[in-house]
């Protein structure tokens, strides 16, 4: 019996999924090719889409910096402190709402839902504030200085406040922008190191987007 | 002698015992005590300094100004440009998504060979962070390396390889919605791929016998089944892209001229880099005024379409 030839149209469904999926995955291609090639072939026209004596020089750079090893840390206790609260609130919530009915049940829920609605920049100002009165008052605050201290002894006040704050994400931004300036005061970067491990930790149970947003800003307060 | 320490116990346990409503009220504590002072107490307090002048130099102190902010902020017409280019991003930022969105998952809904590894293929952009995003994007729309404009300059879209995508207005938009369509089209895929699998098969089957073609099918059997996952995926999807900060900051910090400086990168420069907190929890609280405003009018039609289908 001879094979059935399926029609033009079957293998041109076929054509244009692989097509999109290519176009989708282009961005991520050209990230992964531009970090196997040195800048001198990147900044280079007609741009190479295979990579052009490759190697792994950019890499053995971040692994082998300890700035980078520290946004790699920060990272993990961010997003693992993050988990866990979320863990442990949601369960709790999770089954309070599900097993039991009560007076006022639809209401908060709404409530909590309703959080999704809530400016998250309107939020940041106001606990920015909030923190940054409250901050004087936190014993750790010497600590901090002290840390910025030695940084600025060591000459080394620009790396000190980025592997503060940096999560790889807000790094690789970091490393990008080449635009670092500093925070000019001492004490005001212990400050803002307080207020953003604290409040990266507490605001992960809202949205663990709202770290990433929140290390933007203060990268940019100079 | 047993007995009575069994009764004993049985009263204690009884003394013990909590009501259902108290021990659910236990079990909301936790979530509410972080809401409350994470989210709504700053909510207030951002409604209150909203009416008053608050800046670095009298942090302890804010001095209420009554609606002077408010003046301020519309006087210079800035806000409605603010506002302008808000919903400007988030309507083409949400359509352009919702329409890919449904092609792809209409695409991905057939019956294919591989079907599961292209679903997990467009999956990956959802994964990767804001911040890279705007990055990857920054670096493949770069004026003289990118590697858009070359592509696009050798298909003959472009009539030269140096085009300054975020140094002009309407390209800078153009470039922050295509990097944020690309990073949230898998979200809108795999919503309205879930729900098109909830579709009854018979319906479109009993369809197709009645002689509707591929168009009526998608019109009057597939949109309509999917509806409520259209509207709350729409709806997520527009909250989340009023929200956004990340990658508009990241891509043309605003610029140029204000051009795509949405509302959180508005709040954001008066409250961070012009200090002034009071201003910028104005923009805040106008920005939550209209997003309350939209929740109503939101539910509202929800409503009226769940009386409608009852």
Same mark, same amino acid.
């Given at each position: 019996?001879?094979?059935?030839?399926?029609?033009?149209?079957?293998?041109?469904?076929?054509?244009?999924?692989?097509?999109?999926?290519?176009?989708?995955?282009?961005?991520?291609?050209?990230?992964?090719?531009?970090?196997?090639?040195?800048?001198?072939?990147?900044? /280079?026209?007609?741009?190479?889409?295979?990579?052009?004596?490759?190697?792994?020089?950019?890499?053995?750079?971040?692994?082998?910096?300890?700035?980078?090893?520290? %946004?790699?840390?920060?990272?993990?206790?961010?997003? *693992?402190?993050?988990?866990?609260?979320?863990?442990?609130?949601?369960?709790?919530?999770?089954?309070?709402?599900?097993?039991?009915? %009560?007076?006022?049940?639809?209401?908060?829920?709404?409530?909590?839902?309703?959080?999704?609605?809530?400016?998250?920049? +309107?939020?940041?100002?106001?606990?920015?504030?909030?923190?940054?009165?409250?901050?004087?008052?936190?014993?750790?605050?010497?600590?901090?200085?002290?840390?910025?201290?030695? $940084?600025?002894?060591?000459?080394?006040?620009?790396?000190?406040?980025?592997? %503060?704050?940096?999560?790889?994400?807000?790094?690789?931004?970091?490393?990008?922008?080449?635009?670092?300036? $500093?925070?000019?005061?001492?004490?005001? =970067?212990?400050?803002?190191?307080?207020?953003?491990?604290?409040?990266?930790?507490?605001?992960?149970?809202?949205?663990?987007?709202?770290?990433?947003?929140?290390?933007?800003?203060?990268?940019?307060?100079? | 002698?047993?007995?009575?320490?069994?009764?004993?116990?049985?009263?204690?346990?009884?003394?013990?015992?909590?009501?259902?409503?108290?021990?659910?009220?236990?079990?909301?504590?936790?979530?509410? +005590?972080?809401?409350?002072? =994470?989210?709504?107490?700053?909510?207030?307090?951002?409604? @209150?300094?909203?009416?008053?002048? @608050?800046?670095?130099?009298?942090?302890?102190?804010?001095?209420?100004?009554?609606?002077?902010?408010?003046?301020?902020?519309?006087?210079?017409?800035?806000?409605?440009?603010?506002?302008?280019?808000?919903?400007?991003?988030?309507?083409? +930022?949400?359509?352009?998504?919702?329409?890919?969105?449904?092609?792809?998952?209409?695409?991905?809904?057939?019956?294919?060979?591989?079907?599961?590894?292209?679903?997990?293929?467009?999956?990956?952009?959802?994964?990767?962070?804001?911040?890279?995003?705007?990055?990857?994007?920054?670096?493949?729309?770069?004026?003289?390396?990118?590697?858009?404009?070359?592509?696009?300059?050798?298909?003959?879209?472009? *009539?030269?390889?140096?085009?300054?995508?975020?140094?002009?207005?309407?390209?800078?938009?153009?470039?922050?919605?295509?990097?944020?369509?690309?990073?949230?089209?898998?979200?809108?895929?795999?919503?309205?791929?879930?729900?098109?699998?909830?579709?009854?098969?018979?319906?479109?089957?009993?369809?197709?016998?009645? $002689?509707?073609?591929?168009?009526?099918?998608?019109?009057?059997?597939?949109?309509? /089944?999917?509806?409520?996952?259209?509207?709350?995926?729409?709806?997520?999807?527009?909250?989340?892209?009023?929200?956004?900060?990340?990658?508009?900051?990241?891509?043309?910090?605003?610029?140029?001229?204000? +051009?795509?400086?949405?509302?959180?990168?508005?709040?954001?420069?008066?409250?961070?880099?012009? @200090?002034?907190?009071?201003?910028? /929890?104005?923009?805040?609280?106008?920005?939550?005024?209209?997003?309350?405003?939209?929740?109503?009018? @939101?539910?509202?039609?929800?409503?009226?379409?769940?009386?409608?289908?009852?």
């Amino acid at each position: 019996m001879p094979a059935r030839i399926k029609p033009v149209h079957h293998y041109a469904k076929y054509a244009f999924t692989v097509l999109l999926v290519c176009i989708v995955l282009f961005p991520i291609y050209w990230m992964l090719v531009s970090s196997f090639m040195p800048n001198s072939y990147l900044m /280079s026209l007609p741009p190479h889409f295979l990579p052009k004596n490759p190697n792994f020089a950019n890499y053995i750079k971040i692994f082998t910096n300890n700035q980078y090893l520290t %946004f790699f840390k920060n990272s993990f206790l961010v997003s *693992s402190s993050t988990v866990v609260l979320c863990l442990i609130v949601s369960i709790l919530s999770g089954y309070g709402f599900s097993r039991y009915n %009560f007076k006022g049940k639809g209401f908060a829920m709404t409530a909590i839902l309703t959080v999704q609605m809530f400016p998250i920049v +309107a939020i940041l100002i106001s606990l920015y504030t909030l923190y940054l009165k409250h901050a004087r008052h936190i014993p750790q605050h010497h600590r901090a200085v002290n840390q910025v201290d030695s $940084g600025v002894s060591h000459g080394g006040i620009g790396n000190k406040e980025g592997s %503060f704050f940096n999560s790889p994400e807000s790094a690789a931004r970091y490393t990008v922008s080449q635009d670092d300036h $500093g925070f000019g005061s001492r004490k005001y =970067v212990a400050r803002v190191h307080l207020l953003g491990c604290t409040f990266k930790t507490i605001h992960g149970c809202n949205s663990y987007q709202i770290g990433s947003k929140f290390l933007c800003l203060f990268l940019n307060i100079s | 002698m047993a007995q009575n320490d069994h009764m004993e116990e049985k009263v204690n346990k009884r003394r013990f015992h909590l009501s259902d409503n108290a021990f659910a009220g236990l079990m909301l504590l936790p979530v509410f +005590a972080i809401l409350v002072s =994470v989210v709504f107490i700053p909510i207030l307090k951002g409604i @209150y300094v909203s009416f008053c002048e @608050y800046k670095i130099s009298n942090l302890n102190e804010p001095v209420w100004n009554n609606f002077h902010n408010y003046i301020k902020v519309f006087k210079n017409g800035e806000v409605l440009i603010y506002f302008k280019n808000t919903f400007t991003y988030v309507f083409f +930022a949400v359509g352009i998504q919702f329409v890919f969105g449904l092609a792809i998952a209409l695409l991905l809904n057939q019956n294919m060979r591989a079907r599961g590894i292209f679903r997990g293929l467009f999956l990956i952009p959802w994964i990767i962070p804001s911040v890279v995003v705007a990055i990857v994007w920054t670096w493949m729309l770069q004026q003289q390396f990118g590697v858009i404009n070359y592509i696009l300059y050798n298909l003959g879209i472009t *009539s030269t390889v140096n085009i300054s995508w975020t140094q002009q207005p309407f390209l800078a938009m153009m470039a922050v919605t295509m990097a944020a369509v690309w990073r949230q089209l898998p979200y809108m895929m795999v919503m309205i791929l879930a729900g098109l699998q909830s579709i009854d098969v018979s319906l479109t089957e009993s369809a197709k016998i009645e $002689g509707a073609n591929s168009w009526n099918l998608l019109r009057y059997i597939t949109l309509p /089944s999917i509806r409520p996952v259209i509207t709350t995926t729409i709806w997520i999807a527009v909250m989340a892209n009023f929200q956004m900060f990340t990658i508009v900051f990241n891509m043309t910090g605003g610029g140029p001229v204000n +051009a795509t400086t949405t509302l959180s990168l508005a709040a954001h420069k008066k409250a961070f880099l012009e @200090y002034d907190f009071g201003a910028g /929890s104005t923009i805040g609280v106008l920005w939550l005024t209209v997003l309350f405003i939209a929740t109503l009018l @939101y539910n509202k039609f929800n409503d009226r379409y769940v009386s409608d289908y009852q």
